[in-house]
C-alpha cells in the first residue's frame, strides 16, 4: 500500500506524526481536531467502497470510534493520515460484509463475447488516445468513476483496492478475506467489466 | 488461435507475464486481428484511466465532513 500526501499538513496538533498525550488522554477537543482535519478523505474512500452515502457516514464513524479506542497502538513513525486512512478501508469493508448482499450480479454478462468459432462478436471502437485534447481528463475520471460505482461489490472492492488504493495482491487478498488466485481473476474480470461498462462512452469507430 | 483463446490465455496470464511461447502466438493473432487489436488497444488506455484516476484521488482536496455528523460521531466518541 503506498504512503502519500493523505495526511495533508502534519505540522497541526490532530496530525503530529506522534499523537500527542492530550488525544491519547481522550481529550474531546483533541478527538474533535482529528475528525475535523481527516473526515472528509475518510468519508471519501467509504464512497468509493460502499457506493452508498449512509453507509459511507457509518463507516467513517465506526473508523473513528476504532482510532480513538486504539490510539495506544498507533505506531509513533507512521502518519497519522495514512494510518486513519486504512482503518476506513477496513471499516468500509466490514460495513459491505455487514449488510444485506445487492449489486451481486455478475459481470459474466459483460463482453467480450464470441461467435460459435471464438472470433469476436463485438468488434467495437477504440478508445482514443489520453494526450488528445479532445479528451477532457476531468471528464473521464467522473465517467470511470461512475462506472466503478455501477460494478458488483465483489468485484469493485477488488479493483479500488488495487489499482485505486494500490495496494498489493496479498494486502488485498488479507482485506478481503479470499484467496491471491481469487483476486486476480476479479480483478481482471473487473477491469474488463469496467471497460464494458465505459466502451459506450468512450469508444470511437 | 481463436480470440477466445487469447483472451483465456491472457486472462490465465494475468499479473504473471506470458511465456515466450504464449507471446508468439498472442501476437501473431493480434497481427491479423482487428478486432483484438482494437481491443487491446482501448484496453491499455483504460489502465492508463484508472491510473489517472488513482492519481487525482490521491491529492485531490476533499469536501469535509457536514457538521452534522462530526457532531455525530463525536457523540458516540463521548458515550
Redesign the interface.
Known sequence: M?T???GGDESCLADNPNPPGALRAGD?AA??AL??RH???L??VAR?ILADEADA?DA??DA??QA?RNLDRFEGNAQVGTWLHRIAVNAALMKLRSRKRRREDSVEALP?R?DE????E?????????TEASLD?VD??RQ??AAIAQLPDAYRTVLLLR????YD?AETAAALGVTEGVV??R??RA?QA??SL??PM??RP | MTCREVVAILEASFDEGLTAESRADVEAHLFGCRACRREFQSYRRMLTALRDLAASVRFEEPEPLSEALIQRILAAAAR
Open positions: 503506498r502519500d500526501a493523505r474531546p478527538f474533535e475528525v475535523r473526515g472528509g478523505r468519508l471519501a468509493r457516514a467513517v464513524q473513528f470510534l480513538f467480450p464470441f468459432v471464438g472470433h469476436r463485438d468488434s467495437g471502437g477504440v478508445w482514443p488516445d489520453s481528463r473521464l475520471r470511470v468513476r489499482d485505486i488504493e494500490e495482491t486476480k481473476t480483478l481482471h477491469r469496467l471497460k465505459l466502451d468512450m469508444a
